[in-house]
C-alpha cells in the first residue's frame, strides 16, 4: 500500500469512530464554552466597575484559558485510534478485532504505526488550528473594548504554539501507552486524571526535583507562558525534554508492536 493510501485509510478509519469525534468535540466545544463563561464573567466584572474579581481582563487571557482542555480531546484521539484496533467485534461479527484485518492489509507494522501518528499530528493540529482563533475571536468579541488587551500578538502566537505542541505531544504519548497496554483505559486515567484531577508528577515535586523532568511537567511552560513559572525546566528546554520522551515512548511501542502477536 502506498504511503498516501495507507495515510488516506487511517484517516478514514479514524474519522468513522464517534469516540474521535467525541475528543475532538471535548477540545473544540468545551474550549468554547469554558471561553464564554470566562469571557462574560470578565465582561461582567469590568462593567461593574470590580475588575479585580477577575485574574486578568485580557480578552486572550480568557480564551488561553481553556486551551488545557484540549489535551483531553488528543488524549482520546490518540487512545480509541489504537484501542479501537483491539476491541472485539460483535459475536455476531465473528467477534474478532480489527487489528486482523488492518495488518492483512498492511503487514509492515512500523509503516502502520507511523501513519497513525502522522494522521493523529494533523488532526490534532487542525483541531488547535480551529479552536484558539474561535475562543480568542469569542473573548474578543464579548470583552470588546471594555479592557486593554495585554498580551501582544507575538506573545499570543507562541503561547499558542506552544499548547498546540503539548496537545500533540500528549496525544502522541496517549498512542504509545495504547499500544503497549492494549488498554483505552489505561492512558486516559494517566494522562487526564494526572492533568486535570491531581497531578501526581507535581506531587512528586515534593519528594524529589527530578519529577520536573517527568513529560508533563517538563512541557507544562508551553501552556503557562514563557518564564513564568516558579522551578523546572524552561519552556524550550522543557519542550525538548518532553518531545525527547515521546519519542522514546513510541519506540519502545514500535518495537513491541512489531515483535509482538496481533
Same mark, same amino acid.
Given at each position: 500500500?502506498?504511503?498516501?493510501?495507507?495515510?488516506?485509510?487511517?484517516?478514514?478509519?479514524?474519522?468513522?469512530?464517534?469516540?474521535?469525534?467525541?475528543?475532538?468535540?471535548?477540545?473544540?466545544?468545551?474550549?468554547?464554552?469554558?471561553?464564554?463563561?470566562?469571557?462574560?464573567?470578565?465582561?461582567?466584572?469590568?462593567?461593574?466597575?470590580?475588575?479585580?474579581?477577575?485574574?486578568?481582563?485580557?480578552?486572550?487571557?480568557?480564551?488561553?484559558?481553556?486551551?488545557?482542555?484540549?489535551?483531553?480531546?488528543?488524549?482520546?484521539?490518540?487512545?480509541?485510534?489504537?484501542?479501537?484496533?483491539?476491541?472485539?467485534?460483535?459475536?455476531?461479527?465473528?467477534?474478532?478485532?480489527?487489528?486482523?484485518?488492518?495488518?492483512?492489509?498492511?503487514?509492515?507494522? *512500523? &509503516? #502502520? $504505526?507511523?501513519?497513525?501518528? =502522522?494522521? %493523529?499530528?494533523?488532526?490534532?493540529?487542525?483541531? @488547535?488550528?480551529?479552536? +484558539?482563533?474561535?475562543?480568542?475571536?469569542?473573548?474578543?468579541?464579548?470583552?470588546?473594548?471594555?479592557?486593554?488587551?495585554?498580551?501582544?500578538?507575538?506573545?499570543?502566537?507562541?503561547?499558542?504554539?506552544?499548547?498546540?505542541?503539548?496537545?500533540?505531544?500528549?496525544?502522541?504519548?496517549?498512542?504509545?501507552?495504547?499500544?503497549?497496554?492494549?488498554?483505552?483505559?489505561?492512558?486516559?486515567?494517566?494522562?487526564?486524571?494526572?492533568?486535570?484531577?491531581?497531578? *501526581? &508528577? #507535581? $506531587?512528586?515535586?515534593?519528594? =524529589?526535583? %527530578?519529577?520536573?523532568?517527568?513529560?508533563?511537567? @517538563?512541557?507544562?511552560? +508551553?501552556?503557562?507562558?514563557?518564564?513564568?513559572?516558579?522551578?523546572?525546566?524552561?519552556?524550550?528546554?522543557?519542550?525538548?525534554?518532553?518531545?525527547?520522551?515521546?519519542?522514546?515512548?513510541?519506540?519502545?511501542?514500535?518495537?513491541?508492536?512489531?515483535?509482538?502477536?496481533?
Amino acid at each position: 500500500m502506498r504511503v498516501a493510501g495507507l495515510l488516506a485509510a487511517e484517516l478514514r478509519k479514524t474519522v468513522t469512530l464517534p469516540a474521535a469525534w467525541a475528543g475532538i468535540g471535548v477540545a473544540v466545544l468545551g474550549s468554547i464554552a469554558i471561553t464564554v463563561l470566562n469571557a462574560v464573567t470578565t465582561r461582567s466584572a469590568i462593567d461593574a466597575g470590580t475588575p479585580e474579581r477577575v485574574a486578568n481582563t485580557s480578552a486572550f487571557e480568557a480564551a488561553f484559558a481553556a486551551m488545557p482542555l484540549g489535551t483531553v480531546g488528543a488524549v482520546v484521539l490518540g487512545v480509541v485510534m489504537i484501542s479501537s484496533e483491539y476491541a472485539a467485534n460483535a459475536a455476531d461479527a465473528g467477534a474478532g478485532r480489527q487489528i486482523t484485518a488492518t495488518l492483512t492489509a498492511m503487514p509492515r507494522r *512500523v &509503516s #502502520l $504505526l507511523a501513519a497513525k501518528v =502522522t494522521v %493523529l499530528v494533523l488532526l490534532v493540529i487542525a483541531v @488547535a488550528a480551529v479552536t +484558539l482563533p474561535t475562543t480568542v475571536g469569542i473573548a474578543n468579541a464579548v470583552i470588546g473594548s471594555a479592557a486593554t488587551e495585554t498580551v501582544t500578538p507575538e506573545q499570543a502566537l507562541l503561547r499558542g504554539l506552544g499548547g498546540a505542541l503539548y496537545w500533540t505531544l500528549t496525544g502522541l504519548i496517549a498512542v504509545a501507552v495504547t499500544l503497549l497496554t492494549r488498554s483505552g483505559l489505561i492512558a486516559p486515567i494517566v494522562l487526564i486524571a494526572n492533568s486535570s484531577v491531581v497531578s *501526581v &508528577s #507535581l $506531587l512528586l515535586t515534593n519528594l =524529589t526535583p %527530578l519529577a520536573h523532568w517527568l513529560p508533563d511537567l @517538563a512541557g507544562r511552560r +508551553l501552556f503557562a507562558g514563557v518564564d513564568t513559572v516558579d522551578g523546572g525546566l524552561a519552556a524550550g528546554p522543557g519542550a525538548l525534554v518532553m518531545a525527547a520522551w515521546t519519542v522514546l515512548l513510541l519506540a519502545v511501542a514500535a518495537i513491541v508492536f512489531r515483535r509482538r502477536d496481533a
